[in-house]
């Protein structure tokens, strides 16, 4: 049986779940989420808690058991309180403007560069850093990666888009004494 799985999850004040056959709904001060339930795992709710447990022993559903534990706790997490990821761009020129519900860089192309949020995706931008937020974890991750993707930091002067705390392993260059 998982550690994760077997502790239960705790539903702050203004929480409620619904737990139907095949999908269980979370809603909050902050949104609604949704996942699809997984086959052999059992989720019951005990007054503010719920609790998962796995309907047989199998591998399979042994694996399943702290994932849909977590998963459920991100959701209870995000609907109360949400998550925030923080990008900061480093380099002389690059800027990064937001507009809309998009966000324009300017990091050293010959064009400017824009993404566009997800609608259920915000952003704030505070000089050279990011804050993107939302109610969904994978979701929240997945486009600060993409953020990220536009222009990684590179090893010789740290120029790019990168996490805030975030450590880039710089290389030395070229020292011409050899020759």
């Given at each position: ?5 077997k ?79 923080q ?7 690059y ?46 991750g997945?486009?600060?990666a993409?953020?990220?993707?536009l ?10 888009i990168k ?10 260059g ?6």
């Open positions: 049986m998982s550690r994760i799985g502790m239960p999850i705790k539903l702050p004040s203004g929480v409620a779940v619904q737990i139907d056959a095949d999908k269980i709904t979370v809603n909050g001060p902050k949104g609604s989420l949704s996942q699809f339930s997984m086959p052999n795992i059992s989720v019951t709710q005990d007054g503010d808690t719920l609790i998962v447990s796995c309907l047989n022993d199998e591998r399979t559903t042994r694996a399943k058991h702290g994932l849909m534990r977590s998963l459920l706790d991100n959701m209870v997490t995000g609907v109360s309180r949400g998550f925030n990821k990008l900061e761009i480093n380099g002389v020129g800027r990064v403007a937001l507009s809309g519900n998009a966000l324009r860089f300017n990091i050293g192309f010959s064009h400017d560069v824009n993404y566009t949020l997800p609608p259920s995706i915000t952003a704030s931008v505070e000089q050279n850093i990011i804050t993107i937020s939302g109610i969904d974890k994978q979701l929240v997945q486009v600060t993409d953020i990220r993707s222009k990684k930091p590179e090893p010789y002067k740290g120029k790019g996490y805030v705390g975030e450590r880039i392993i710089r290389k030395s070229k020292s011409g004494k050899d020759k």
